[in-house]
């Protein structure tokens, strides 16, 4: 039940002509408390509660738990969850033996762009997509959580 995952930021959209899968995601959090969060989320027509814990101290691993639940269930529980949610299309692509989950953010965070990828240990090696920027694993500003209460659209975006 721990994750192991890097996050990156994306340069361009060159990763969506590489993309064997494309998913429509809406997602919201009943509690989005820095030591545990409870995220109920809407994966194309499947519904899913997770559970996630704190980070570790580079951020890479933490707890998470996962339940598949219907649509209609996510549905109702959305309607509980806090202000501010997510929307996004997720793209996978593959590199080298690894899946990116490139994920194409919406609304209130439009014009952000983040690539996951899930690891079996933290030192791992990885191949780099050319389309991948800047390393984020452990800024929690890009965590979907914060995310939905403090959106991209209002960051300090000078240059």
């Avoid at 064997?20 to 509690?31: A, C, E, S």
């Avoid at 995220?39 to 738990?65: L, M, Q």
């Avoid at 033996?97 to 439009?110: C, L, Y």
Wanted: hydrophobic share 35%.
């Amino acid at each position: 039940m721990i994750e192991i995952e890097r996050k990156f930021l994306v340069t361009s959209e060159a990763f969506k002509e590489h993309a064997f899968k494309k998913t429509r995601i809406v997602q919201g959090f009943l509690n989005t408390h820095p030591e545990r969060t409870v995220r109920v989320r809407i994966k194309g027509t499947e519904g899913f509660i997770t559970v996630k814990g704190i980070g570790n101290e580079s951020g890479a691993s933490r707890f998470e738990w996962e339940k598949q639940i219907t649509e209609e269930e996510a549905e109702s529980l959305l309607e509980l969850c806090e202000p501010g949610s997510i929307e996004k299309i997720r793209y996978e692509v593959k590199a080298g033996k690894h899946i990116f989950e490139i994920d194409e953010f919406f609304g209130n965070n439009r014009g952000l762009i983040v690539a996951e990828v899930e690891l079996h240990e933290e030192q791992e090696t990885v191949t780099i997509p050319n389309w991948i920027g800047k390393e984020v694993t452990g800024e929690t500003k890009y965590y979907n959580s914060q995310l939905s209460k403090h959106p991209f659209k209002t960051w300090n975006h000078e240059k």
